[in-house]
């Protein structure tokens, strides 16, 4: 990813000799959790930028998920209002707030030019940032990893995770494998850190999910297994994606889920509507990923074309009382436990508290060890996941 700390320490040093009547902020997004998502990443600062754009503010993309933005001194309070209003949204999702500091360039410009000496000084021996520089190298990396791909057997790059249904703990089953690609695995065999690079991460995740459809038609030729994917809303969206399910001679409406983000939920609504649209109308099975807990509110109003809501595991579920427990417990009957999966377990306590909770869908490093043994997969029931008969089956 290229960042510009070099180009920032230039705007200081003159800031320092003449004293703008301007105003630096500097929004850090290091402490967020998920940051290192792309996807995530730029969601927060698409919000941001919106506004830095009306402002016609000047903005600098630094190491380590930080971000400078240089605003008129009449400005400022806006922009600033706009980092806040971000932060509040945070912390109602469950997240720490955004850090921020203010420089006051025309009566106090020496802290910023500190400031900015010491992060150019942080990245000038960091080989991560120094290989993101050229914007060609990102089109060159690329281009080789989508020639490699473009017909490789990406078996090797795929991990798998049962979602498992413990309505009767003492024999659990399983609901379905989820099968992800692991990009840490792509990063070490081509040697790129594509999470320092949005554009080229979006890239090659299109690519990604255009060769993980390819593999579930031989992986059907295989297994009977039900099996869930991530998928992103331009490879729904786009043309070829409902030709290629079409064409396909396995019942994935049956054997597949498709997991589409919340972030991308709330991020592109409209885009996310359409998609949904293009799912219920191949009655295909949806679920929406990585959901924070304090967000199930916002879900409860959501389209019951979801089939299941994969919420994100905390450990502050496991000590709500009172009032907040209501409320959750409200919130789940609203939206009905079936669809929950309680995901990212890390332990038996988080099973035993979803259990508590009237959660029987789980997932996660702490549900994989209560299986002692393998199990198989379960062959999916002939009426639709959620009970119903399938218009034609569903996703």
Request: charged share 25%; hydrophobic share 45%.
């Amino acid at each position: 990813m290229r960042t510009r700390e070099a180009d920032l320490l230039a705007l200081a040093v003159k800031a320092a000799e003449e004293h703008p009547d301007a105003t630096a902020l500097l929004v850090d997004l290091s402490h967020v959790p998920h940051i290192d998502d792309p996807a995530f990443f730029r969601v927060l600062v698409g919000r941001l930028q919106e506004r830095a754009r009306q402002l016609d503010a000047q903005r600098f993309d630094l190491a380590d998920h930080r971000i400078c933005f240089v605003v008129r001194t009449s400005d400022a309070a806006t922009l600033e209002t706009a980092v806040k209003s971000l932060s509040s949204l945070l912390v109602a999702h469950g997240k720490p707030p955004i850090q921020e500091t203010r420089f006051a360039l025309q009566t106090r410009p020496e802290p910023f030019l500190t400031a900015c000496r010491e992060m150019a000084k942080a990245v000038e021996n960091r080989p991560d940032f120094r290989a993101e520089d050229d914007d060609g190298r990102a089109l060159a990396a690329f281009l080789a990893i989508e020639r490699n791909l473009a017909a490789a057997d990406i078996s090797n790059l795929l991990r798998e995770q049962a979602i498992v249904d413990l309505s009767d703990p003492a024999a659990p089953s399983i609901l379905a494998i989820e099968i992800f690609t692991s990009i840490q695995a792509v990063q070490t065999l081509y040697g790129i850190p594509l999470t320092r690079n949005p554009w080229l991460f979006d890239r090659v995740t299109e690519i990604l999910d255009r060769r993980m459809l390819l593999h579930l038609s031989r992986d059907r030729a295989q297994t009977d297994r039900r099996l869930s994917i991530n998928i992103h809303l331009s490879t729904v969206l786009s043309d070829s994606f409902e030709t290629f399910l079409l064409d396909q001679r396995f019942d994935w409406r049956r054997h597949l889920i498709f997991e589409l983000s919340h972030i991308e939920m709330i991020d592109a609504p409209d885009r996310f509507a359409a998609a949904l649209r293009r799912f219920t109308d191949l009655e295909a099975t949806v679920a929406v990923d990585a959901v924070p807990w304090t967000s199930l509110a916002h879900m409860a109003e959501a389209s019951s074309d979801i089939r299941f809501i994969k919420v994100e595991w905390a450990p502050d579920l496991a000590s709500l009382d009172g009032d907040a427990r209501t409320r959750l417990t409200e919130m789940l009957d609203r939206i009905g436990r079936d669809r929950i999966v309680l995901h990212h377990c890390p332990d038996e306590a988080a099973i035993e508290t979803a259990l508590a909770l009237g959660i029987h869908l789980v997932q996660g490093w702490g549900v994989d060890a209560r299986l002692s043994h393998p199990v198989a997969a379960e062959k999916p029931a002939t009426t639709a996941p959620h009970g119903r008969k399938p218009r034609s089956q569903r996703r």
